[in-house]
């Protein structure tokens, strides 16, 4: 009998790029998973696996970290990652708090599918050309060419508006607001990143449809305002919210608004989020229209927006340190790890005792509202109990000892500073939440005291060029012209430092005296830009 798997049919994927250019080699960490035997067998340079420092090969211990932790493993295609259930976790914090409250709005998830056709691809030409270099296309069956390839979607403006065509009739069927949370595929060419940049991401994306501009414009600053809560109150990121030039905008937009982190130790801004107005543009393009309460044809007004897992990415990057990751309390699956720590003068007694007393505590927190979780390995000392906690980033560490035994207390270990204090029994369900969201409060005001570090302002190319070499984010009078900001990236590159670009225009300007010249070109500024190298 023949064997089933070969007689299906096979899909083969093949990329277009509009360009050939050569495939970055992806770099995988040098270090190998430490071995679990003990705490002697743990590396010595940070007693956690890492074979380098934050500070000193930031790449390096990005790409070790990340897998260390066991939040990604490497897959067999370049660009591609396996989200473990670490991380994948956190996605599902970010997921279940941003999609309750989309749906307070009035948004509705639904599921397109994952191919395009070509014809489909191309009917917004201005669109299609700012991913034409990243699309994967689809172009036999079996052995069997295709008679026309079908792309893998890099987005789904192409994929949703045909039928929103069909849908939209009348001002009755407006506003039109549906999301869906999906993966796409953009076949990068430059260096693949774990959650920062791969050929597969998970995001969600919405599309939604409206009668007037105004209400599209309210929407786009609600849910850049949600996406910056993402950010700020669940992963204790601090980002600005601004605008995208003309240059940066999502291709085929009328604006594009975003939220903007900043990376201190490479020096390089990253794109958090962005929520763009989409104008009448698409709506002409696939024929959204609608009769008007004056019984009058018009055309939608529409818009588009969408976060990714790369904001695992910015988190584990902010917060990291030598000994691992460090993640937020509201967003980390663990918020607190009992760790019982018997010894071998302890009778079997009172050994119970501890681990009863251990059980005891889990419960109580439980009850409580904290995720918490007890380490009972007994083939493990506590120290590597200590380190294998830390390098995944739990936020609390409860420890309970012979000495704590007898003094009805345990020793609370935070990851974040590695501040201890003993705390009664009684005392737990109520101090616990209350150091949890202590330090989700700390952990982004000391971000944002290292964001702000790296703002300066400049009003000439010189002040401009000292700051980028500071590796800071540059806040400078640009007279909001396109060749100014090819200019700018042009001239800023250096041997050792990509170029400049302009990461936003903020939401927040600073004054703008009258007569002030744009830094590059001289000419009367029409704002403050945000620029900076970037990710």
Same mark, same amino acid.
């Given at each position: 009998?023949?064997? /089933?798997?070969?007689?299906?049919?096979?899909?083969?994927?093949? %990329?277009?790029?509009?360009?050939?250019?050569?495939?970055?080699?992806?770099?995988?960490?040098?270090?190998?998973?430490?071995?679990?035997?003990?705490?002697?067998?743990?590396?010595?340079?940070?007693?956690?696996?890492?074979?380098?420092?934050?500070?000193?090969?930031?790449?390096?211990?990005?790409?070790?970290? %990340?897998?260390?932790?066991?939040?990604?493993?490497?897959?067999? %295609?370049?660009?591609?990652?396996?989200? +473990? /259930?670490?991380?994948?976790?956190?996605?599902? !914090?970010?997921?279940?708090?941003?999609?309750?409250?989309?749906?307070?709005?009035?948004?509705?998830?639904?599921?397109?599918?994952?191919?395009?056709?070509?014809? %489909?691809?191309?009917? !917004?030409?201005?669109?299609?050309?700012?991913?034409?270099?990243?699309?994967a296309w689809v172009t036999k069956s079996g052995g069997s060419e295709l008679e026309k390839p079908i792309a893998i979607r890099p987005t789904s403006e192409t994929v949703m508006y045909p039928y929103y065509a069909q849908w939209v009739r009348s001002h009755r069927d407006l506003p039109l607001r549906l999301n869906q949370w999906t993966n796409v595929v953009r076949w990068e060419f430059k260096h693949p990143t774990p959650f920062i940049r791969s050929r597969e991401f998970l995001w969600q994306e919405g599309h939604t449809v409206f009668a007037t501009k105004e209400e599209a414009d309210a929407e786009v600053y609600t849910i850049l305002d949600?996406? +910056? +809560?993402?950010?700020?109150?669940?992963?204790?990121?601090?980002?600005? $919210?601004?605008? $995208?030039?003309?240059?940066?905008?999502?291709?085929?937009?009328?604006?594009?608004?975003?939220?903007?982190?900043?990376?201190? !130790?490479?020096?390089?801004?990253?794109?958090g989020a962005t929520s763009h107005c989409l104008g009448q543009n698409f709506s002409k393009m696939f024929g959204i229209e609608f009769e008007t309460e004056g019984k009058e044809r018009a055309h939608a007004w529409q818009n588009s927006w969408g976060s990714t897992t790369r904001s695992i990415g910015v988190m584990v990057m902010t917060h990291g340190d030598d000994k691992g990751v460090v993640i937020p309390p509201r967003v980390c699956q663990i918020q607190v790890v009992i760790v019982p720590i018997p010894n071998s003068k302890l009778g079997k007694e009172a050994t119970d005792a501890m681990m009863a007393k251990a059980d005891e505590i889990e419960q109580q927190l439980k009850a409580a509202g904290v995720r918490v979780t007890s380490? @009972?390995?007994?083939?493990?000392?506590?120290?590597?109990?200590?380190?294998?906690?830390?390098? +995944?980033?739990?936020?609390?560490?409860?420890?309970?000892? /012979?000495?704590?035994?007898?003094?009805?207390?345990?020793?609370?270990? @935070?990851?974040?500073?590695?501040a201890k204090q003993s705390l009664g029994w009684a005392e737990l369900e109520q101090r616990v939440p209350e150091i949890l969201q202590q330090m989700q409060v700390e952990m982004l005001a000391r971000a944002r005291q290292a964001f702000e570090a790296c703002i300066e302002k400049a009003l000439n190319w010189e002040d401009f060029m000292a700051a980028l070499e500071r590796k800071h984010m540059v806040l400078a009078p640009w007279c909001d012209e396109e060749e100014a900001e090819d200019a700018v990236k042009k001239n800023s590159a250096t041997k050792d430092a990509m170029g400049a670009k302009t990461l936003c225009i903020p939401l927040e300007q600073p004054e703008l005296p009258e007569g002030t010249k744009c830094f590059v070109t001289g000419k009367p500024a029409k704002n403050w830009a945000l620029w900076g190298r970037s990710y």
């Open positions: 009998m023949a064997d /089933p798997a070969a007689q299906m049919e096979q899909l083969t994927v093949n %990329v277009k790029p509009q360009k050939e250019k050569k495939e970055k080699k992806e770099k995988k960490p040098k270090a190998e998973k430490p071995q679990q035997g003990g705490g002697k067998e743990i590396k010595k340079e940070t007693k956690l696996g890492l074979a380098v420092k934050k500070g000193d090969d930031f790449g390096e211990w990005y790409s070790q970290v %990340v897998v260390e932790s066991e939040m990604i493993s490497y897959y067999d %295609v370049s660009g591609c990652y396996i989200l +473990r /259930p670490w991380s994948f976790a956190i996605w599902d !914090e970010i997921k279940n708090w941003f999609d309750a409250e989309i749906k307070k709005l009035g948004v509705q998830n639904a599921y397109f599918p994952l191919f395009i056709t070509e014809d %489909v691809l191309m009917t !917004e030409k201005e669109h299609v050309e700012g991913f034409a270099p990243e699309v949600l996406y +910056r +809560r993402i950010y700020e109150d669940l992963l204790a990121v601090p980002v600005i $919210k601004g605008v $995208k030039s003309e240059k940066e905008k999502f291709a085929g937009a009328l604006y594009t608004t975003t939220v903007e982190a900043f990376i201190p !130790e490479t020096g390089r801004g990253i794109q380490d @009972r390995r007994d083939n493990y000392t506590p120290g590597w109990k200590y380190n294998f906690w830390e390098l +995944r980033g739990v936020p609390l560490r409860v420890e309970l000892g /012979p000495k704590d035994m007898d003094g009805s207390c345990v020793m609370v270990v @935070r990851r974040d500073t590695g």
